[in-house]
């Protein structure tokens, strides 16, 4: 008879142990692999909404823009440079800005605000900004007008049609002002957008800060963040000083950082949780082992190898687990696909939370094969681990004493 | 005087494949001081017959009663107690807990019962010097063999203050020796204390003490001498 | 007697209750070492909030907060500055005016919440004079010092003694500005709140805003203890009917959700280690009562009562699940003691943490509820284990039990 026949009418003799301890790795998978998938999920989102919306996932800058903001810092893009770039593989779309800051002031207020100098054709094209307008129109090139968040707009009591005074650092230090009537108002899913950001045509903007021809950055975007590395390679081999290539991890330590810590506080619970059945799945072993000893003596005295007996025992090991993971995975594949297609969200008092910590209220789930493959990996290693105590009490056994027991 | 009626007991098994009359109809009656043996083949229905007497299972028809109860018209947990206070059992084995020394095993049932500490402590070491294991009072029984395993359950069982005492084959398990000397305890403690016993056994050895053998075959009685 | 026989029966197999009581036991110390670590964090935030940021109270003209103008101003708040300070329990009232300006320095601009202070009241209310880096505390400059943080004189090129211009617009509306000097630079842990405020002297921003003499925007007290802020809080009402008194989580009420969402996440962190430990508890006691059949045969037999064998496989569980689960707070407890003075270093994700007020260098906190209701919850989790094998138990027919063929 062979092994794997052997072994699996073995973990049926007593059903309801192996159908508990299958019931925890099941608990185990589909915890873990959930959790994961929120975790991803949430992070792919919270990566999502800054590069989608502000800093792409690469951009071309001066060297020294990034250290030192300033108008001064900024640089010429050339037809044929602009060119190559878009013809990037994996390159979706570019788009230039002119961002600096100014004093915005209504009749009755004023408040500092990022002003950004977009095309807007190819804004829209990296950003979708025009799908965020709620009220007004979106800009056009070469358009007066200003698009404003709707929390900036409100907190300086204008609406579409007002007009907004901008004061602000231009080229050289000399003195930046213009007037603007206000166009349209966007809202986006992040507040802090919509409390600091005023768009302009980049013509526009260039002419306020005295800066003509003049950019801050070229946003580059590529379909995810998987493409980025081979695009940023061919973008190397591209830019040369005085410019430089950033990629949206090093414009944005924060968020990265708190990305990783999250999930090595996600990956010490999963640990935790691990280990606890694993210490499940070796009292079972234990157990199958201590009841068995003197039938196992009994097959290695009429003549069976040990080491077929402990590749058996090996094997009831695997299928029990193996119970316990194709459930979980099949349950989770179940759960996280469907509130992958319809995620949570959250309302009350804990979306203001959210929403203040400049998170979407949403919980967003991840369909990424590694929050699946990782449980696998994960229950496997287990098995490996606890799989040695019956391998080593195999070896020790002493035929007599285990005949006479 | 008559602590035992049994009246036209009746016990049918019923499973998918077979139907077994272990017990078919019994008619019976024991006084008190009696030392009886229950004899039989293998299948007789001896166990079963103790079980039923003992209240452990339930007959298909007929009645047991016990000084005048009617056990079989408590309800479950009436028959349970009724058990505590009223019948002592002395089994083939697994008649102690391991994790009591010999002591605690009798102090066990008193507590269960409800006697204060002290009583039973004192109740508990008169009555295993009675079985004489004074010296082995704090001895769990993995320590003991089982010759004295056994005394440490008549012990118990007396320690209930039982109407009777029933023991379901004591000796199966013990060599000679201590057969002859379990045997020697429970004839002295009926002679002298007037505790009535009733066992199921195939050891011939045992049915030479008896005073009254009853004979089973097929769950019917068919002999029933008193000597 | 029961106790004694519950206890002596789990050493019985030595090996195998001591799987369990091992899994409950890291499982317990890992949930209890996390919660207090997630207390630590959370306790930091608090204290930051209000020892840096919020203070206990703060008062305003009761329009003040929603339009943020200029206009809203308390008269005679300094007065009334005064008046608190002689209230019970009040430590400190530091009365402020606050402007939304723009401030640059030679190259760059940014958007800032100005507060006019006078730095011997706010001594007492915040402890910003503790998180100075550089400089001085609004001295040591003659003409219009100006205290900034280390994260916004990163982001403009500032050091000591640099020249910055202030541009606002004052109490008539006009955009008016003036120049002032670095006198200081300070560093809290909230980045975010950082790179937002700055310091000046009232008097130079009672000047420049031509507000009225004695007026405020807002007063921060900060009481003894906080204990004591909602009595405060109705004495103050009852000086200046009129205006609105908030305490600290009126202010913010993210943060008393934050706290509230963690005190959850906590519980429900224990829960599911539980939960996982529940598979195994089950598992080792439903072998226990097989093991042991003609055992609680003859226990049934000698009449104890169901309910008796039903209670002392109940009290057996619990004593074994309680000897892990003890063995685990403490170990938790003593674990956290220690990182509650040696500190755990989270400076590798200090920029993420610290965006959002987290102090990286965390000092974990033991909550005394906390230890109780994990207590009970152990306990909990030892009786539903022990539910399925008591039933079990209790139903075994004696007669069954004891037949030996």
Redesign the interface.
């Known amino acids: 008879m062979k092994s794997p026949v052997i072994a699996w009418r073995n973990i049926w003799r007593n059903k309801?142990?192996t159908l508990?301890?299958a019931?925890?790795v099941f608990?185990?998978v589909i915890?873990a692999a959930v959790m994961s998938s929120m975790q991803e999920g949430s992070y792919s989102k919270m990566i999502d909404n800054v590069v989608k919306f502000y800093s792409g996932y690469l951009q071309v800058q001066q060297e020294d823009y990034w250290e030192?903001?300033?108008?001064?810092n900024t640089f010429v893009l050339s037809d044929s440079l602009s060119g190559a770039i878009a013809r990037i593989p994996g390159v979706t779309a570019t788009a230039p800005r002119l961002e600096?800051?100014?004093?915005a002031?209504s009749?009755?207020?004023?408040?500092?605000?990022v002003v950004i100098g977009i095309d807007p054709e190819a804004e829209h094209r990296v950003t979708n900004l025009e799908r965020w307008i709620i009220r007004g129109r979106y800009l056009h090139p070469g358009d007066s007008g200003i698009l404003m968040g709707d929390e900036l707009a409100s907190?300086l009591h204008v609406d579409v049609g007002d007009t907004l005074v901008l004061?602000?650092?231009g080229y050289h230090?000399v003195s930046a002002a213009g007037k603007y009537p206000v166009a349209g108002i966007f809202r986006y899913p992040m507040p802090q957008f919509n409390r600091?950001f005023i768009y302009l045509d980049l013509k526009q903007a260039q002419e306020l800060y005295w800066a003509p021809h003049r950019i801050t950055s070229l946003v580059v975007m590529v379909r995810d963040h998987y493409q980025m590395p081979a695009a940023r390679q061919a973008l190397d081999t591209l830019i040369h000083p005085p410019l430089r290539v950033m990629s949206w991890d090093e414009m944005q330590?924060?968020?990265?950082?708190?990305?990783?810590?999250d999930r090595l506080g996600g990956k010490?619970?999963k640990a935790?949780?691990y280990?606890?059945?694993a210490?499940?799945i070796?009292?079972?072993v234990?157990?199958m082992f201590?009841e068995r000893r003197r039938e196992l003596a009994v097959m290695i005295a009429i003549g069976t190898q040990k080491r077929l007996l402990a590749w058996i025992l090996f094997l009831e090991i695997v299928f029990i687990a193996l119970l316990g993971v194709i459930t979980g995975l099949a349950g989770s594949v179940a759960v996280n696909t469907w509130f992958y297609h319809h995620p949570i969200r959250v309302a009350g008092?804990?979306a203001?939370?959210f929403t203040?910590?400049g998170i979407e209220p949403v919980y967003a789930f991840s369909l990424m094969p590694s929050v699946f493959y990782n449980q696998v990996i994960t229950v496997f290693i287990l098995v490996m681990l606890v799989s040695l105590y019956p391998m080593i009490k195999t070896a020790c056994l002493k035929v007599p004493q285990a005949l006479r027991g | 005087m008559k602590i035992i009626e049994i009246r036209d007991l009746v016990k049918i098994y019923d499973s998918e494949e077979i139907r077994v009359t272990a017990v078919d109809h019994i008619d019976l009656s024991f006084e008190e001081g009696e030392f009886t043996a229950v004899v039989g083949p293998s299948g007789s229905g001896k166990t079963t017959f103790l079980n039923l007497v003992g209240g452990l299972d339930r007959p298909t028809s007929g009645r047991v009663i016990i000084h005048g109860i009617d056990l079989w018209s408590l309800r479950p947990h009436e028959i349970t107690d009724f058990r505590l206070h009223n019948i002592g059992f002395v089994f083939q084995a697994y008649n102690l807990l391991p994790v009591l020394t010999a002591l605690e095993n009798v102090e066990f049932i008193m507590h269960l019962q409800g006697w204060p500490k002290a009583e039973r402590q004192r109740r508990a070491v008169e009555l295993l010097e009675a079985v004489g294991l004074a010296d082995r009072l704090h001895s769990r029984p993995s320590r003991l063999s089982g010759g004295q395993q056994q005394r440490v359950a008549v012990a118990r069982a007396l320690a209930s203050r039982p109407r009777f005492i029933l023991a379901d084959e004591p000796t199966a398990n013990l060599d000679s020796h201590s057969t002859e000397n379990l045997l020697n305890i429970m004839e002295r403690l009926n002679r002298e204390e007037g505790i009535t016993f009733i066992f199921s056994t195939h050891d011939a050895r045992v049915v030479k003490k008896a005073r009254r053998i009853i004979t089973l075959e097929d769950g019917k009685v068919i002999a029933d001498e008193k000597r | 007697m029961l106790i004694a026989i519950s206890w002596r029966n789990i050493w019985r197999n030595k090996l195998r209750s001591l799987v369990v009581i091992i899994a409950i036991t890291l499982g317990i110390m890992a949930g209890v070492f996390s919660t207090a670590f997630m207390k630590g964090m959370m306790v930091q935030r608090l204290e930051t909030a209000i020892r840096s940021e919020i203070s206990n109270l703060q008062v305003h003209d009761s329009l003040f907060r929603i339009t943020g103008e200029l206009k809203y101003f308390i008269p005679k708040g300094m007065a009334l500055a005064g008046s608190i300070d002689t209230l019970e329990h009040v430590r400190g009232t530091a009365p402020r005016i606050i402007v939304q300006a723009m401030i640059s320095s030679a190259e760059a601009g940014s958007g800032v919440s100005v507060l006019g202070i006078e730095p011997e009241r706010e001594k007492k209310v915040t402890d910003i004079i503790d998180h100075l880096e550089e400089g001085q505390y609004l001295e040591g400059v003659r003409r219009n010092p100006i205290l900034i943080s280390r994260k916004l004189a990163d982001k403009l090129n500032l050091h000591l003694r640099s020249r910055v211009v202030l541009t606002l617009q004052d109490l008539d509306r006009n955009l008016t500005a003036d120049a002032f000097r670095v006198a200081g630079i300070y560093r809290t842990t909230n980045t975010s709140y950082d790179e937002v405020h700055v310091f000046v002297r009232y008097d130079d921003l009672l000047r420049l805003t031509a507000l009225p003499d004695g007026a405020v925007h807002e007063i921060a007290v900060r009481t003894d203890d906080d204990r004591f802020t909602p009595a405060v809080q109705q004495a103050i009402r009852h000086l200046a009917p009129r205006l609105e008194v908030l305490t600290w989580e009126q202010i913010s009420p993210e943060l008393r959700y934050i706290v509230a969402a963690m005190d959850q996440y906590m519980y429900l962190f224990i829960a599911i280690i539980l939960l996982a430990l529940l598979f195994g508890i089950i598992n080792t006691m439903l072998m226990v009562i097989l093991e042991r059949r003609k055992e609680i045969g003859m226990l049934l037999a000698i009449g104890m009562s169901r309910l008796r064998v039903f209670g002392m496989i109940l009290l057996e569980t619990v004593m074994l699940t309680m000897a892990g689960g003890i063995v685990g707070i403490v170990g938790g407890i003593l674990v956290s003691k220690y990182f509650e003075v040696h500190y755990i270093d989270l400076s590798m994700f200090g920029k993420g943490l610290e965006q959002w007020g987290y102090n990286s260098l965390v000092h974990t906190r033991i909550d005394p509820a906390l230890v109780v209701t994990v207590t009970l919850m152990v306990i909990f989790t030892g009786i539903v284990a022990a539910l399925y094998p008591a039933w079990k138990a209790i139903r075994y027919d004696p007669a069954e039990a004891l037949r030996t063929e």
């Open positions: 309801r142990r508990i301890t019931a925890s608990f185990g915890f030192n903001k300033t108008i001064n600096s800051f100014a004093l002031s009749d009755e207020l004023t408040k500092g605000a907190y004061l602000g650092m230090g600091q330590p924060e968020l990265v950082q708190l990305i990783a810590s010490i619970f935790i949780l280990v606890i059945i210490f499940g070796l009292g079972t234990i157990m201590a008092e804990a203001k939370a203040d910590m």
